[in-house]
């Protein structure tokens, strides 16, 4: 299995304890639920994607942490969305004044609080123009950057609130623009790996 989404439209309406016990009896497997309520469940990432992953977090990383401007999220944190859908970026990021205002005995459980940034990569598992409309979800519930990155053909998409989405072929760098400010992510190292 690659990817299967099961519809649980009108068969039961999974809340989100249990969505949360599911995750956590199922730890092999990456769960994200829909707007519509469907269950989506995918491998997880394989070696190659958390290579390309890593080489992008270690960068952001970084910069957080010279900066303190926020909290870095991977791809096993659950955001909650203002839809009420539940989405697990391969990386996340919430500026350190937004996340001081979610509330401490909820932090540990699910984020519901929609990123400032979010980053999603084309895997082996994983469908280009879902992807897209995933991106499309993130910007509509709030998220101001998002990058879209497909490490294999070096195609990038970014998606910036009131912009319309950039493509950029083999670009060399990535700025965070104002979200992550100052942040310039270097895509060389990450397509050597």
């Not at 009108?10 to 707007?35: A, G, H, M, Q, S």
């Not at 970014?158 to 104002?178: E, T, V």
């Amino acid at each position: 299995m690659r990817f299967m989404q099961l519809n649980l439209t009108n068969l039961i309406d999974l809340n989100d304890r249990e969505f949360l016990e599911i995750c956590r009896t199922n730890p092999n497997y990456k769960f994200e639920r829909t707007v519509e309520g469907s269950l989506l469940i995918f491998n997880q990432p394989d070696h190659q994607t958390q290579q390309w992953s890593w080489a992008i977090a270690s960068q952001i990383w970084t910069w957080n942490q010279q900066t303190q401007y926020g909290v870095i999220f991977d791809e096993v944190t659950a955001f909650k969305l203002p839809n009420g859908s539940i989405r697990s970026p391969n990386l996340a990021w919430i500026s350190a004044e937004r996340f001081s205002q979610f509330p401490r005995t909820n932090r540990e459980k699910l984020i519901q609080l929609c990123p400032d940034f979010v980053l999603e990569l084309l895997d082996s598992d994983a469908n280009w123009a879902r992807l897209q409309l995933k991106m499309q979800e993130y910007q509509n519930q709030g998220v101001k950057l998002g990058w879209l990155i497909d490490p294999m053909l070096k195609n990038i998409e970014i998606y910036a609130q009131g912009n319309s989405i950039q493509r950029k072929q083999m670009p060399d760098f990535l700025s965070g623009d104002n979200i992550l400010s100052g942040f310039v992510l270097n895509m060389k190292q990450v397509f050597l790996r």
